[in-house]
């Protein structure tokens, strides 16, 4: 029940393409679904969210899918650039105590 | 987004020696924190949660004798690695939680590396 389950495990995209990584998760008392992008050595950084009362978010190049029937969402990164390869972890958590559960993580890599 | 700042971002000790990583909140008070482990090209591992002012809550597997967890103000949460061995070393992460909106945020990890 606290799985989020994220594909594919790695992703190669030519520049200017759409990289789509996909979650599902378990929990229906989820209400928070971040997703981050993490560099070699960083921290994860936070990139773009989305509550269960939306369907689709988008921020610049980033667009978050959401079926909350389907318990699944996605990210979308349009134009991809050689600048967006790293490693993205999607998540699931909220505001009712929950532990936030990461995904896998995938990585991006972008040829140029 | 809210602030979060790890601190050293790279260490280096000697076998049997303790570090001690600090973690803070900039620009928001963070009744909770939490310290991940992460391994190369893995998830992010839970290792605990800090709490303001009472004792963290472990992770199942996770040696609180050996993970000193310290919550002890609302912007500051220490990991303090006691008598470290080779195979402690790995990239720890910390994350403060904006309470009313379940908003997680990251700091910038620590490399520690035992010798």
């Known amino acids: 029940q606290q799985q989020v389950k994220q594909s594919p495990q790695s992703l190669i995209v030519q520049k200017g393409g759409i990289s789509i990584i996909n979650c599902a998760y378990e929990?229906?008392?989820?209400?928070?679904f971040p997703w981050y992008q993490q560099f070699p050595g960083k921290g994860p950084a936070l990139l773009i969210a989305i509550r269960p009362d939306v369907s689709e978010k988008k921020e610049g190049r980033f667009t978050i899918s959401f079926n909350k029937s389907a318990k699944q969402f996605s990210l979308h990164i349009m134009d991809s650039q050689p600048g967006d390869s790293a490693t993205y972890f999607c998540a699931a958590g909220g505001t009712g105590g929950f532990k936030t559960i990461f995904g896998a993580g995938t990585r991006l890599f972008v040829k140029a | 987004g809210a602030v979060v700042s790890q601190h050293p971002s790279r260490v280096i000790c000697k076998s049997g020696t303790s570090v001690k990583i600090e973690c803070r909140s900039l620009d928001f008070q963070a009744t909770t924190m939490f310290w991940y482990r992460q391994f190369p090209k893995q998830s992010l591992m839970l290792m605990a949660t800090?709490?303001?002012?009472?004792?963290?809550?472990?992770e199942q597997g996770v040696e609180k004798d050996k993970f000193l967890i310290n919550h002890a103000s609302l912007t500051l949460s220490t990991l303090t690695v006691t008598s470290a061995h080779p195979e402690d070393s790995s990239f720890y992460i910390c994350?403060?939680?904006?309470?009313?909106?379940?908003?997680?945020?990251f700091g910038e990890g620590s490399r520690l590396t035992v010798l």
């Open positions: 994350s403060a939680i904006l309470t009313n909106t379940g908003e997680l945020f």
């Open positions: 800090s709490n303001e002012g009472s004792k963290a809550t472990y």
């Open positions: 929990n229906t008392a989820f209400d928070y």
